[in-house]
């Protein structure tokens, strides 16, 4: 079985981390090649043919964090993202975890919820009714817009009805829940509330306005569990100073919207490795923080009764791996053959892992040393190598670098003509 734990991996050249990458994830040589071709991927024609008004491509950095054992399986995980330290810090929060077996994480099957808006409904309870009784025809009027899904037993399987009070009165809203398998999902629940519309008019009276899917996928939900040993933390007092680090996220809405961008810094980056949609999971996850009334922490951290540190991170994921950008975008689909997941479920699985292990390394860095220690070491190691140091001299240039407080490319260059 692959070993996602590639020792000193940071050090290595860009042609060994790639032939590392192309045995574990079995690549093609015509992989290999897109993966270096310096545009990102997308030619402009490409990018004329996904958005209006295309004038070119954007390329960001992609790399891999290494160490993940996500259920018994190992993952190297393509993270797309400008910010550096990110990956380093997944891979070291993952390096901790596999001490204690690595991460335990469980995905919801894929349920897209779908909302149709009806107003002037005069009579709301007894529209509810005629709803239910109905609900047959409407659902298989919603499953005959999608032979793939109803072939597979998927589609949509329920209908529920809530009323809304807004200013301007009551309105009535009917929700599909579909199970949309793989597929991020949106478009066919976005089709099957505009189909069923004009029926759910006809029963109840009154008139459909909005006919789209809720972002808040709270059908989807993922729920991943890690141990970090109580050593390999740094002992007794950083535990207790990391669930002390939890506990103002938790309670201070300031604090809290920086604890959760750092699990965003994970789950996003690789979100955006795959080609999904970000937006939509950052703004359900930030609903979800907010789910008590009161916007907290997405993760929470406690102590065994051995004292070892217990992380979990519950989140909801709208996310797929087949239909848009993540079949057409040619270094996304790499990206998903690199990571070798076969389900929606075990991608989301992958990138709630990538989230937790994001949110230890930054706690775990405020909770001790700080956060810019870390981050100029990594700045000053990016340097060295970038003056052409090999990964002997590399060590020696960063130490001397943050000795003498001269971190820049020029200091690196003088040193490295010293050595
Ligand atoms: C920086 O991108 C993310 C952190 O600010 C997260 C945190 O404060 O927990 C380090």
């Known amino acids: 079985m692959p070993d996602s734990s590639i020792s000193k991996f ?115 309870p007894l529209a509810i009714k005629k709803i239910n009784n109905s609900s047959d025809e409407i659902l298989q009027l919603a499953n005959s817009k999608s032979n793939t899904l109803s072939k597979m037993g998927k589609g949509a399987k329920e209908i529920s009805c809530k009323e809304v009070n807004a200013p301007s009165g009551k309105m009535l809203i009917v929700e599909l829940l579909i199970d949309v398998g793989d597929a991020m999902g949106a478009n066919v629940t976005n089709t099957m509330c505009e189909s069923v519309s004009p029926l759910i008019e006809t029963i109840v009276g009154g008139r459909s306005l909005l006919r789209i899917l809720s972002n808040y996928s709270t059908r989807r939900i993922t729920k991943a569990m890690a141990t970090f040993e109580k ?128 949110n230890y390394s930054a706690i775990k860095a405020l909770a001790t040393e700080g956060i810019q220690k870390g981050h100029m070491r990594l700045h000053a190691r990016n340097l060295a190598a970038a003056a052409g140091a090999t990964p002997e001299q590399i060590d020696k240039i960063v130490q001397k670098m943050i000795e003498e407080k001269k971190i820049t490319l020029d200091g690196a260059r003088e040193l490295l003509e010293q050595i």
Request: overall charge neutral; proline content about 2%; hydrophobic content about 45%.
């Open 231 to 358: 050593e390999a933390v740094g002992g007794k007092i950083v535990v207790d100073n990391i669930v002390s680090a939890f506990e103002f996220a938790d309670n201070d809405v300031y604090r809290a919207v920086t604890h959760n961008k750092g699990i965003m810094n994970g789950t996003i980056a690789v979100a955006n490795a795959l080609g999904q949609d970000s937006r939509a999971i950052e703004a359900a996850a930030n609903a979800y923080a907010a789910k008590t009334g009161r916007y907290r922490s997405l993760s929470k951290w406690s102590k065994d009764d051995a004292g070892n540190l217990v992380g979990t991170l519950e989140i909801p994921l709208s996310i797929g791996i087949v239909g848009g950008i993540a079949n057409v975008h040619p270094i996304a689909k790499i990206c998903t053959k690199i990571l070798g997941v076969s389900s929606a479920q075990e991608l989301a699985c992958v990138i709630t892992a990538t989230g937790l292990a994001q």
């Open 10 to 124: 940071f050090e290595k050249s860009r042609k060994e981390r790639l032939d590392i990458i192309a045995n574990f994830a079995n690549l093609s040589n015509d992989e290999l090649d897109l993966l270096q071709i310096e545009n990102g991927g997308i030619s402009y024609n490409q990018a004329d043919k996904m958005i209006e008004n295309a004038i070119g491509t954007f390329s960001l950095p992609l790399g891999i964090a290494t160490n993940f054992k996500i259920n018994g399986k190992d993952y190297l995980v393509p993270m797309v993202i400008e910010e550096p330290s990110v990956i380093a810090a997944a891979s070291k929060g993952a390096k901790i975890a596999r001490i204690k077996g690595g991460f335990k994480v469980l995905a919801d099957k894929s349920y897209s919820i779908g909302q149709i808006q009806l107003l002037d409904v005069t009579d709301i």
